[in-house]
Nanobody, 119 residues
Framework: QVQLVESGGGSVQAGGSLRLSCVAS?????MSWFRQAPGKEREGVAV???????RYADSVQGRFTISRDYAKNTLYLQMNSLKSEDSAMYYC????????????????WGQGTQVTVSS
């Protein structure tokens, strides 16, 4: 059982930045960030597979950066130029057969960290 613990959420004004962290109890090649706003479905934000493969949702491309510290088993999401529509609960997930932006198939999930962007 892999434990995932997110942190770094908070409230920020539009145009600001936040960095989310997700500490994993074990290494998994596939780790990703998802988000879910009230009344909306959970959506993929960014994927990190192995050492160099990344993928982003169109809505965050160029503003968000996913990275990993393998020594610390920690996944990060640097979020810049935040918009009000980025407000959501952000979740870290690990281990999926296709390692994509669809939430189905991910085996392990964190509890989430709230991001609120005010305009």
């Amino acid at each position: 059982q892999v434990q995932l613990v997110e942190s770094g959420g908070g409230s920020v004004q539009a145009g600001g930045s936040l960095r989310l962290s997700c500490v994993a109890s074990e290494y998994r090649a596939c780790m990703s960030w998802f988000r879910q706003a009230p009344g909306k479905e959970r959506e993929g934000v960014a994927v990190k597979y192995g050492f160099s493969s990344t993928r982003y949702a169109d809505s965050v491309q160029g503003r968000f950066t996913i990275s990993r510290d393998y020594a610390k088993n920690t996944l990060y999401l640097q979020m810049n130029s935040l918009k009000s529509e980025d407000s959501a609960m952000y979740y870290c997930a690990a281990e999926a057969s296709d390692c994509g932006l669809a939430p189905s198939g991910y085996k392990y999930w964190g509890q989430g960290t709230q991001v609120t962007v005010s305009s």
